[in-house]
């Protein structure tokens, strides 16, 4: 499974039950729609800090960086380039 696609099979169980995956596009506005909301932006960044090992507390990121899946995969492409690795482990 892809980073898109575990990222967006989160969300849809997360926030959207019952919503098809594929019906959740990657440019959808998750914060400005409301299916991410400030307190659920803290644990969907939690999720991906553990998931993906991403140190969220270290990096300088803004609510932009998760406005969308898009956004998201943009975010922790970023971070792996940064460690010079194609790849994040998966726990």
Known sequence: M???QEITRHIVDEYLPGTPPEE????????RNG???SLQLLRLIAW???HYDVPFDELDVTPDDFRSVAAIV???DRHRRSLGTS???VN
Do not use: H
């Not at 959740?24 to 914060?31: C, F, N």
């Open 48 to 50: 991906l800090g553990n």
């Open 87 to 89: 790849s994040i482990p």
């Open 2 to 4: 892809s980073l898109n």
């Open 35 to 37: 299916v991410v909301s």
């Open 74 to 76: 943009e975010l922790i």
């Open 24 to 31: 959740l596009a990657d440019s959808y506005d998750l914060l």
